[in-house]
C-alpha cells in the first residue's frame, strides 16, 4: 500500500512540474505527422479503389442537398438536373460520375451563397425501394449557407484620393442566388457615390447573370477644372463562353452634368459645360488567362471594350463608337541555381483606343467629341511618371483628352532579398509610355461630314508612330493585397512634350488594372 500511495504522490508531482514548450511543439509535430500519414494512406486507398473500379457502369439516382435552408428546392433542382438527365442516354462509369458531381458542386461554388469547403458523399440508395437498381447512387452534398446580409464600411486612400465608404449586399434574397448591392462613398476627388444593383442568375446558370441598377455621382476633376454629375440607370447580361471567355452586354441611360467651373477654366471645358444625355450600348470581352491577375507569374489578358451612343433608336444628345483594346502578358524567368519557380518576371502590356464622333439623328454631319467621352491618359496606374491626365492635348491648364491613343510598358519583377517568392511583395523596374491626340481635322460642311470623319480618325491614327511617344522609366516596389495592387515608385520623365506634366520623383498607386 505504501508504495502504491509513494506512486500517486510521484504522479501529482510530475503533473505540478512545468513541461518544456519544445517537448510540447515535438508531441505536437508527431501528432499532426501521424494524422497526416492516416489522411494521406486513405485517400491513396481512396484513390485505388475508384482506380479500381472506374469503368464500373453506375447511374445517379436522386442528389440530395442538405443544409440548404434558404434556397430554394426548385433553383437547386435546375441545377442538378443535367446530372440526372445524362442517365437517359446511358449509365456514366464511375469515374465520369465523380467527375460530373464535382462540376455540378463547382457551380454552387460559383454562386457564392455557400461557405467553402462543400462536402460530397455518395451512398448506395434503400435497396427495398422496388425502384432502385443495383448500379443506383445516391448524392448528398453538404452545405453551409453564407450570411445573407452583410454590412462593410471603410476608408480608402490612393491615387490622390481618400474616401470613405459603406456597402450593403444582401445574398439570396428570393432563394435563388439573387443579390442586391447598394453602394455609397464620400471622398476628396468623387464628392458623392451612390449605387443599387439587383443581379440574378439565368435559369440557375452561374455562367450567365442578369444585373440592372441605378447610379448617382459627383465627381471633382482638377485636371480640367470642372466637377462631373451623373445620374442614369443601365442594365447588363453577363455571361461566360465554354472556352472560359467573359462577355458582357449592356446598355446605359446617363443625364451628365459638367458644373462647378473654375474661375480659370479653359474655352474648350466651357463649351462643353452644361447637360448632356448618352444612351449608349457597350459590349466588353475579355479572355483572362493570367494565374493571378494582380501580380502574375505567367500567362496572358486580352481585352476589347466596345461602346455605340446615340445612333439610330438610341436617341441621346452625343453619339459615337468608341473601342478600346488592351493586351498583357507576364513570362517567368528562369535562374540558374534556383529550383522551382525563381518569382522572376518580364511583364509588358499595350493599351490603345479610338473615339469616332457618330451623326445624331436629323442632323448631316458628326459633331466633335465631348470632353465627358475623350479618352484621359496618364497616371500611377497607367503610365508612370506623368500627373493624372498629364498626357495628350490641353487647353491652357486644363488637361481635355483626346480621341485616339496608344500606351505601352514593360516591367521586370523580382523577389526581394529573404523574402521568397512567395510572398506578394516584388522589386520593379519599368519603362513606360503613350499618346493621346485629338482629331486632327473638324467634320466638314460640305455634306461630307461622315467621310471626312472616316478620314481625319485615320490619319490621327497614322499619326500616333510619327514622333516618339512620350515616356518614362523607373524603379519601386510592388504589393498585391488580395483586394488590390498597391505600388511605390520613383520616376524619371523621359520624353515629354510642351504642355504635358511629367512627374519626377515618388510616387503612390493603387489599383486592380495596372498597364
Known amino acids: 500500500m505504501a508504495s502504491s500511495i509513494g506512486s500517486e504522490d510521484d504522479v501529482f508531482e510530475n503533473l505540478k512540474k512545468k513541461v518544456d514548450p519544445k517537448v510540447v511543439e515535438e508531441r505536437e509535430r508527431l501528432h499532426n505527422e501521424r494524422l497526416f500519414a492516416q489522411h494521406e494512406k486513405q485517400q491513396r486507398r481512396l484513390g485505388d479503389l475508384i482506380d479500381t473500379n472506374s469503368t464500373l457502369p453506375v447511374t445517379i439516382s436522386s442528389v440530395k442537398v442538405l443544409g440548404a435552408s434558404h434556397t430554394r428546392k426548385g433553383f437547386l433542382e435546375r441545377v442538378f438536373k443535367p446530372l440526372l438527365s445524362s442517365n437517359q442516354q446511358g449509365p456514366y462509369t464511375l469515374a465520369e460520375a465523380l467527375k460530373e458531381i464535382n462540376t455540378s458542386a463547382d457551380k454552387l461554388h460559383k454562386f457564392d451563397i455557400f461557405n467553402p469547403p462543400i462536402s460530397l458523399y455518395v451512398d448506395r440508395p434503400d435497396q427495398s425501394d422496388p425502384s432502385s437498381t443495383a448500379t443506383d447512387l445516391s448524392v448528398f452534398l453538404s452545405v453551409r449557407e453564407k450570411s445573407r446580409l452583410l454590412l462593410k464600411t ?33 471622398g476628396t476627388r468623387t464628392r ?107 500567362g496572358y489578358l486580352t481585352k476589347t471594350m466596345t461602346e455605340v451612343a ?81 498626357l495628350g492635348p490641353r487647353d491652357g491648364q486644363d488637361a481635355v483628352g483626346g480621341d485616339v491613343y496608344a500606351a505601352g510598358g514593360a516591367s521586370l519583377l523580382l523577389p526581394l532579398p529573404r523574402v521568397g517568392a512567395d510572398t506578394p511583395l516584388r522589386f520593379q523596374a519599368f519603362v513606360n509610355g503613350g499618346r493621346l491626340l485629338s482629331l486632327k481635322n473638324s467634320p466638314s460642311t460640305d455634306g461630307k461630314g461622315a467621310q471626312s470623319m472616316k478620314d481625319s480618325v485615320l490619319s490621327t491614327i497614322s499619326e500616333l508612330g510619327n514622333e516618339l511617344p512620350s515616356s518614362a522609366a523607373g524603379i519601386g516596389l510592388v504589393y498585391a493585397h488580395p483586394v488590390a495592387r498597391f505600388e511605390l515608385n520613383f520616376s524619371l520623365p523621359l520624353v515629354v512634350r510642351r504642355g504635358e506634366e511629367g512627374r519626377k520623383g515618388l510616387s503612390f498607386g493603387v489599383g486592380i488594372n495596372f498597364m
Open 154 to 186: 471603410g476608408t480608402d486612400l490612393g491615387n490622390a484620393e481618400g474616401s470613405a465608404y459603406g456597402n450593403l449586399l444582401w445574398r439570396n434574397i428570393l432563394g435563388g442566388a439573387e443579390s442586391l448591392n447598394v453602394n455609397g462613398s464620400l
Open 192 to 298: 458623392s457615390s451612390y449605387s443599387l444593383n439587383f443581379e440574378t442568375p439565368i435559369l440557375s446558370n452561374p455562367d450567365l447573370l442578369w444585373e440592372f441598377g441605378g447610379l448617382a455621382s459627383s465627381t471633382q476633376k482638377s485636371w480640367a477644372s470642372h466637377e462631373e454629375a451623373l445620374k442614369g440607370a443601365g442594365t447588363k447580361l453577363r455571361f461566360t463562353s465554354s472556352g472560359g471567355h467573359r462577355h458582357e452586354l449592356g446598355y446605359s441611360y446617363l443625364w451628365r452634368q459638367i458644373t462647378g467651373l473654375a474661375e480659370k477654366a479653359s474655352q474648350t471645358v466651357r463649351a462643353d459645360a452644361g447637360d448632356s444625355v448618352k444612351s449608349g450600348i457597350a459590349h466588353t470581352w475579355i479572355n483572362d488567362r493570367r494565374d493571378n491577375a494582380l501580380l502574375p507569374q505567367k
Open 310 to 390: 446615340g445612333w439610330g433608336p438610341l436617341k441621346g444628345d452625343v453619339a459615337f463608337l468608341k473601342t478600346e483594346l488592351e493586351t498583357q502578358g507576364t513570362l517567368p524567368i528562369p535562374i540558374p541555381g534556383i529550383k522551382g519557380r525563381s518569382g522572376v518576371t518580364l511583364t509588358s502590356g499595350l493599351r490603345a483606343g479610338v473615339l469616332c464622333p457618330l451623326t445624331l439623328p436629323g442632323q448631316s454631319q458628326p459633331e466633335s467629341s465631348c470632353i465627358n467621352d475623350r479618352f484621359q491618359l496618364g497616371g500611377p496606374t497607367d503610365v508612370r511618371g506623368f500627373r493624372l491626365s498629364g
